[in-house]
Nanobody, 123 residues
Framework: QVQLVESGGGVVQAGGSLRLSCAASGLTLSRYARGWFRQAPVKGLESVAAISENGANTYYTDSVKCRFTISRDDAKNTLYLQTNSLKPEDTAAYFC????????????????WGQGTQVTVSS
């Protein structure tokens, strides 16, 4: 059974940082493109960051460039999202996902999804 389990969310003041983790079981993450998405109340799902299966390509949505960093630890079968200089508009549920094709994942398609972790940034 494939599972992606996110952790690391919480409540933080503006300017703070959080490190989100996505631990996988039942699949080898290094064989997939992986990414982070978020959904704020009354907003649609937004692709935040993605990394290709070999790590050669990354994607960040404009609003998080230079603040968020996606990384992976293949030995731990885990994906990370380091979030720095957080803003109230970053408040959302954050989900990790995996897909065999990088550009499809980057555009919002996921074959496997986690259940999400909430990030709340107070002003």
């Amino acid at each position: 059974q494939v599972q992606l389990v996110e952790s690391g969310g919480g409540v933080v003041q503006a300017g703070g940082s959080l490190r989100l983790s996505c631990a996988a079981s039942g699949l080898t993450l290094s064989r997939y493109a992986r990414g982070w998405f978020r959904q704020a109340p009354v907003k649609g799902l937004e692709s935040v960051a993605a990394i290709s299966e070999n790590g050669a390509n990354t994607y960040y949505t404009d609003s998080v460039k230079c603040r968020f960093t996606i990384s992976r630890d293949d030995a731990k079968n885990t994906l990370y999202l380091q979030t720095n200089s957080l803003k109230p508009e970053d408040t959302a549920a954050y989900f990790c996902a995996a897909h065999p094709v990088f550009f499809l994942l980057r555009n919002g398609e996921g074959k496997y999804w986690g259940q999400g972790t909430q990030v709340t940034v107070s002003s």
